[in-house]
Antibody
Framework: QVQLQESGPGLVKPSETLSLICTVSGGSISPYYWSWIRQPPGKGLEWIGYIYYSGSTNYSPSLKSRVTMSVDTSKNQFSLKVNSVTAADTAVYYC???????????????WGKGTTVTVSS | QTVVTQEPSFSVSPGGTVTLTCGLSSGSVSTGYYPSWYQQTPGQAPRTLIYNTNTRSSGVPDRFSGSILGNKAALTITGAQADDECDYYCVLYVGSGIRVFGGGTKVTVI
């Protein structure tokens, strides 16, 4: 059974870079699409973007200028970086796997438990 | 930017039926938006209820169903139970690989 685990610093200073890793266990990172999603305290979910196991990416237009995703197939991990963070980036960050058939992806079928990141000095 | 709209809240009686909707700030939702619905209980990661408009995810009770109603995607809960009280989110594919979450609907069973 595939499991995802988010890891990274729980506290980031304003203007610095938030860095998270999602480790995939119980299965392979290929040939799947993987996403990051976040949820500010008391608010709704926000799709940040996705990365294919080959490294191709697509980001939410609202975050595109500050977000970078990458994949390390040798470690079965993918990562998220958000630069120039502010308090508005404080959220629970989830990683998730997409269920796809061919080139059509339908839903995120496996989720990590989420990790809380607070932006504060 | 595309905004996906959901009712902020809904109340339903135990055993009752409620239909949540998922629309677009501009335009109509069709099957080509591949609507999916997620359920989230407090402190937990979301789980998929419905994908590709009306396909129930594995293990999801058949009291949950998805459809297109008018110009929106819809999630209907038939025979609501107490543990259906939580938050529900839709996700739409808006093109160019981009997905957008709706703002979520908080369902209360009273």
């Amino acid at each position: 059974q595939v499991q995802l685990q988010e890891s990274g610093p729980g506290l980031v200073k304003p203007s610095e870079t938030l860095s998270l890793i999602c480790t995939v266990s119980g299965g392979s990172i290929s040939p799947y699409y993987w996403s990051w999603i976040r949820q500010p305290p008391g608010k709704g979910l926000e799709w940040i973007g996705y990365i294919y196991y080959s490294g191709s990416t697509n980001y939410s237009p609202s975050l595109k200028s500050r977000v970078t995703m990458s994949v390390d197939t040798s470690k079965n991990q993918f990562s998220l970086k958000v630069n120039s963070v502010t308090a508005a980036d404080t959220a629970v960050y989830y990683c998730a796997r997409w269920y796809c058939i061919g080139n059509t992806c339908y839903h995120m079928d496996v989720w990590g438990k989420g990790t809380t990141v607070t932006v504060s000095s | 930017q595309t905004v996906v709209t959901q009712e902020p809240s809904f109340s339903v009686s135990p055993g009752g039926t409620v239909t949540l909707t998922c629309g677009l700030s501009s335009g109509s939702v069709s099957t080509g938006y591949y609507p999916s619905w997620y359920q989230q209980t407090p402190g937990q990661a979301p789980r998929t209820l419905i994908y590709n408009t009306n396909t129930r995810s594995s293990g999801v009770p058949d009291r949950f169903s998805g459809s297109i109603l008018g110009n929106k995607a819809a999630l209907t809960i038939t025979g609501a139970q107490a543990d259906d009280e939580c938050d529900y989110y839709c996700v739409l594919y808006v093109g160019s690989g981009i997905r957008v979450f709706g703002g979520g609907t908080k369902v209360t069973v009273i």
